[in-house]
């Protein structure tokens, strides 16, 4: 079945400094890829998505791009910031059984 | 505004015991989802439905059950015969109808304690 595996945290940086959380996956077919951010004490947001290969997703300085000769869909920032500190979930669309499928999180705190 | 409320935030509840939480929707969406969120495991899907008065169940349906008789909720029980139920548990909702692009909006959790 379709799959997704996100790398393992915590991650701690220090503000201003780079970010890469990778994602990789396993699908049937062409899936979508997200990504979505969940701050403390509250749901999943989406932060952005790519719907076919060589996309790229960006919103609030980050960016991914759909990479389907690697399968994957890392995330990056350039600047890191305290307000970034948050669980960090990628995903893929299994629309074939109507449901998006999660990778585990990863868990970002960004020290001043 | 509209969103997605879930409540209660936090419950607690003892062992044997049933326990409903509530979902509502105002966004006029067709498909709603229950998911449960471990620590270190990510999201897994108890059930989801697309449409009212229908629901499938997910990855994790075992010892748990809904209902869907509006469109704009979808409570969750989660019944004695669940042997693990402390987790934190998310409602979502999409629009549905052959529409998806794959976006979910998530209410804030209710986080079930079993003492």
């Known amino acids: 079945g379709n799959s997704v595996t996100q790398m393992e945290g915590p991650v701690t940086l220090s503000e201003e400094a780079f970010l890469t959380i990778n994602c990789t996956y396993t699908?049937?077919?062409?899936?979508?890829l997200f990504w979505y951010v969940q701050y403390p004490g509250e749901g999943l947001q989406l932060l952005l998505k790519?719907?076919?290969?060589?996309d790229k997703g960006s919103n609030k300085g980050f960016e991914a791009t759909y990479r389907k000769e690697t399968t994957s869909f890392h995330l990056e920032k350039g600047s890191v910031q305290v307000s970034d500190s948050a669980v960090y979930f990628c995903a893929l669309s299994d629309w074939g059984a109507q449901k998006l499928v999660f990778g585990q999180g990863t868990r970002l705190t960004i020290n001043p | 505004d509209g969103g997605i409320t879930q409540s209660p935030k936090y419950l607690f509840r003892k062992e044997g015991q049933n326990v409903t939480l509530s979902c509502e929707q105002n966004l006029n969406h067709d498909a709603m989802y229950w998911y449960r969120q471990d620590p270190g495991q990510g999201l897994r899907l108890i059930y989801y439905?697309?449409?009212?008065?229908?629901?499938q169940k997910g990855d994790i349906a075992e010892g748990y059950s809904v209902s869907r008789e509006k469109k704009e909720s979808f409570p969750l029980t989660v019944t004695s015969a669940q042997k693990n139920p402390t987790a934190f548990y998310l409602c979502?909702?999409?629009?549905?109808?052959?529409?998806?692009?794959?976006?979910?909006?998530f209410g804030e959790g209710s986080r079930l304690t079993v003492l």
């Open positions: 439905s697309q449409i009212v008065n229908d629901f």
């Open positions: 790519a719907t076919k290969a060589d």
């Open positions: 979502a909702s999409s629009i549905g109808d052959g529409r998806d692009t794959g976006e979910l909006f």
């Open positions: 699908a049937t077919g062409y899936p979508s």
